[in-house]
């Protein structure tokens, strides 16, 4: 199987990979705090949430579950309530007639104002930091900053052709499918199994629907009306591997975050897709700065960096 390659088609990949953590039982014991399931309220998003403090969102990538943040969630409750929703079609959440990541997007501002947690730091990791981007837009009020974590916010120029030959695939060969897809987006090899055990349990049809979706997003004629801080965490896949300035802005620009008024990004020498398995490190230490700087106002404000 080949998929045609282009100037955007490793920003197709980032924008739509699978997120790594599902295969949480291959994973070393992390010790979670108590879990309090989601309540039978009017909303069609599972979620779990821990810890006590102010509030930060964990979505996920396609094809993964709210376990992706398990060790996040476990080690950021200490200082916060986390919420970690699954995706529509994924982990406990149900799967939509029809996939509208605005719409998940309310959803997600409707867990936030039921557990009267507003305003809450949204993050996101790659499909998931397109709902996380959304948030702000359609409820300003829920969203205090937005971390996106190698997402591409511009339509992601996949063919007719190219979709059917991948819907085919995977149908025909998931498991091969899926291996030669997110090989390339990991440096990590030991955790690529994880990706492919995860991508299995998220059928065909929803797969498809989501990179349908990410075919039409028009988050990018959006992103001007965004008005908290949005930092991106990216790596060599989304801005490429040498931090020539000049490459970077265009690449941001293809990738939609051209025009957000409070944006800065955070480079990661590297690292692939899967910032946090190619450099948990740097990853951890981005995550908890941009938290804490958007959750206690009296810190200064976030400054992009290159790492490497």
Same mark, same amino acid.
């Given at each position: 199987?080949?998929?045609?390659?282009?100037?955007?088609?490793?920003?197709?990949?980032? !924008?739509?990979? $699978?997120?790594?953590?599902?295969?949480?039982?291959?994973?070393?014991?992390?010790?979670?705090?108590?879990?309090?399931?989601? *309540?039978?309220?009017?909303?069609?998003?599972?979620?779990?949430?821990?810890?006590?403090?102010?509030?930060?969102?964990?979505?996920?990538?396609?094809?993964? /579950?709210?376990?992706?943040? =398990?060790?996040?969630?476990?080690?950021?409750?200490?200082?916060?309530?986390?919420?970690?929703?699954?995706?529509?079609?994924?982990?406990?959440?149900?799967? #939509?007639?029809?996939?509208?990541?605005?719409?998940?997007?309310?959803?997600?501002?409707?867990?936030?104002?039921?557990?009267?947690?507003?305003? !809450?730091?949204?993050?996101?990791?790659?499909?998931?930091?397109?709902?996380?981007?959304?948030? *702000?837009?359609?409820?300003?009020?829920?969203?205090?900053?937005?971390?996106?974590?190698?997402?591409?916010?511009? *339509?992601? #120029?996949?063919?007719?052709?190219?979709?059917?030959?991948?819907?085919?695939?995977?149908?025909?060969?998931?498991?091969?499918?899926?291996?030669?897809?997110?090989?390339?987006?990991?440096?990590?090899?030991?955790?690529?199994?994880?990706?492919?055990? =995860?991508?299995?349990?998220?059928?065909?049809?929803?797969?498809?629907?989501?990179?349908?979706?990410?075919?039409?997003?028009?988050?990018?004629?959006?992103?001007?009306?965004?008005?908290?801080?949005?930092?991106?965490?990216?790596?060599?896949?989304?801005?490429?591997?040498?931090?020539? *300035?000049?490459?970077?802005?265009?690449?941001?620009?293809?990738?939609?975050?051209?025009?957000?008024?409070?944006?800065?990004?955070?480079? $990661?020498?590297?690292?692939?897709?899967?910032? $946090?398995?190619?450099?948990?490190?740097? $990853?951890?230490?981005?995550? /908890?700065?941009?938290?804490?700087?958007?959750?206690? #106002?009296?810190?200064?404000?976030?400054?992009?960096?290159?790492?490497?």
């Amino acid at each position: 199987m080949t998929y045609r390659t282009h100037t955007l088609a490793v920003l197709l990949t980032a !924008a739509m990979s $699978f997120s790594p953590a599902l295969a949480a039982a291959k994973k070393p014991a992390v010790s979670v705090p108590a879990v309090a399931p989601t *309540p039978a309220v009017a909303q069609t998003l599972s979620y779990d949430r821990v810890g006590k403090g102010p509030a930060v969102v964990l979505i996920h990538g396609l094809g993964g /579950d709210r376990a992706l943040w =398990a060790q996040e969630a476990a080690r950021l409750s200490a200082r916060y309530t986390v919420i970690s929703v699954d995706l529509p079609g994924h982990g406990r959440s149900p799967t #939509p007639k029809s996939l509208d990541l605005k719409e998940t997007a309310q959803q997600v501002a409707k867990i936030i104002h039921h557990e009267h947690l507003s305003p !809450a730091v949204i993050v996101g990791h790659s499909m998931g930091g397109t709902v996380a981007a959304w948030v *702000p837009l359609v409820a300003p009020e829920t969203a205090r900053g937005v971390l996106l974590v190698d997402a591409v916010l511009a *339509p992601i #120029p996949w063919t007719d052709e190219d979709k059917r030959k991948l819907r085919v695939d995977l149908n025909r060969a998931r498991i091969t499918t899926l291996r030669q897809f997110y090989a390339r987006m990991t440096s990590n090899a030991t955790q690529l199994d994880r990706v492919i055990s =995860a991508a299995q349990s998220v059928s065909t049809d929803t797969f498809m629907a989501y990179v349908d979706y990410a075919s039409d997003n028009e988050l990018d004629e959006k992103v001007r009306d965004i008005r908290c801080p949005v930092h991106l965490l990216a790596g060599t896949m989304l801005l490429g591997d040498n931090g020539d *300035p000049k490459k970077t802005q265009a690449a941001l620009q293809q990738a939609g975050y051209v025009g957000i008024p409070k944006f800065t990004h955070e480079y $990661f020498a590297g690292a692939k897709h899967f910032l $946090f398995w190619d450099d948990p490190t740097h $990853f951890n230490v981005a995550l /908890d700065r941009f938290i804490g700087t958007i959750s206690h #106002p009296s810190v200064s404000g976030i400054k992009g960096r290159s790492k490497g």
